[in-house]
């Protein structure tokens, strides 16, 4: 499989002091030997390789109160041939889970009919039976790198029968003279009406009017309608503005590309993307971007203050939207109302502009759904 766009070193080195995500592949004349997960909470996740590149064990390692890393989990698996392998069907998968005080619970499963699998018996000659053992804590841990010490994985890659080196050297993957975050370019041309290019063939950009939003906390919120806890926001007017999304039709059909709420009718001189207050562009590699999380297929506008009935959402929201483009659940005495449209072509992370006018004001806020762009490129 492609790996994804690589991260300059200098922004892998950012992600690892600010606890969040990224992966290192250590390799030996082009073959992967393993691939090393930095997950959040300073956890890691190392998978190995053995001599034919093949990933056959899966080792995590948490923080431990010695200030090291405990391997409390691990998962070995063997394949019966390479079409076996790279359809994950092992014939033999043994998981050993390790606790904190050392005691350790090997379990091993045999692949059943037509894939499924079986726990080995307790005990008998026709299978590995579930074994219990103990260990002094110590063996399990290893120290808890800086950022470029692989050196210590070395040990697990000794496991995998791999001949440990003497030193594991950092070797700098070329990234594009550039790369960086994702940027706003062409947001004005995806709401212009008329035919276009995509990656996909011909389409034609068409502008529907979405309604009125109404704003009265000063903040706009952009956020999926089913999970209104993980809002992103940021400061407008408060008053009602109009909302509009760009409809691209093509040959398969027609989907929201974007949606736009416009503040004030003036062009936008620039474009920011919408971040939460711990989010640091410096911490994206080439083409990231932080973005509006999506997992009803359906993304909204609304007023920070906005809240919904859960029960009637189906009925209200995603039933509703799901025959047409958009759907606006009023507001009431007390409430304002909320505008919400369908997202793009489903579920995934989207990316939420600010367009700012030449003194900095909020003109208009996009959600960009990234079906075309304005050099009609996906």
């Not at 579930?130 to 890659?157: H, I, K, N, Y």
Request: charged share 25%; proline share 7%.
């Amino acid at each position: 499989m492609a790996p994804p766009e690589p991260l300059s070193r200098a922004v892998a080195e950012r992600r690892h002091a600010a606890g969040k995500d990224f992966a290192v592949l250590l390799s030996a004349r082009e073959r992967p030997l393993a691939q090393l997960e930095f997950w959040p909470r300073r956890m890691w996740r190392v998978y190995l390789f053995d001599d034919r590149s093949w990933r056959t064990r899966m080792v995590d390692l948490k923080p431990h109160g010695t200030g090291m890393l405990s391997a409390h989990w691990s998962i070995r698996w063997e394949f019966s041939d390479e079409q076996a392998h790279a359809a994950g069907k092992w014939d033999v998968q043994e998981t050993t889970t390790v606790s904190d005080d050392g005691q350790v619970e090997v379990k091993t499963e045999f692949a059943g009919p037509r894939g499924t699998s079986t726990q080995a018996p307790a005990a008998g000659p026709s299978g590995v039976p579930v074994r219990r053992l103990s260990a002094p804590a110590e063996s399990f841990l290893c120290p808890a790198p800086e950022f470029g010490d692989w050196q210590v994985f070395v040990p697990l890659l000794a496991q995998q029968g791999h001949e440990p080196a003497t030193t594991v050297v950092l070797s700098e993957v070329p990234v594009a003279e550039g790369s960086g975050p994702l940027r706003a370019t062409g947001i004005e041309r995806l709401f212009r009406p008329g035919a276009c290019d995509t990656s996909g063939g011909p389409a034609v950009v068409e502008q529907v009017d979405a309604g009125l939003l109404r704003i009265t906390s000063g903040q706009l919120a952009v956020s999926d309608p089913g999970w209104l806890g993980d809002l992103r926001t940021v400061a407008v007017p408060s008053g009602e503005f109009p909302v509009t999304l760009s409809i691209l039709r093509t040959s398969r059909g027609a989907d929201v590309a974007a949606a736009k709420v416009t503040f004030l009718d003036l062009p936008p001189r620039e474009w920011d993307m919408l971040l939460r207050p711990d989010e640091d562009l410096g911490l994206l590699g080439g083409g990231q971007f932080y973005g509006v999380g999506v997992d009803t297929g359906t993304a909204a506008f609304l007023d920070a203050t906005r809240t919904v009935d859960e029960d009637r959402l189906d009925e209200d929201v995603f039933l509703a939207v799901d025959g047409r483009f958009t759907v606006e659940l009023p507001g009431t005495e007390t409430e304002p109302n909320l505008i919400a449209f369908r997202a793009g072509q489903g579920d995934g992370s989207y990316p939420v502009w600010i367009g700012r006018t030449d003194d900095g004001q909020v003109g208009c806020v996009v959600v960009d759904f990234q079906l075309h762009s304005a050099d009609g490129e996906k």
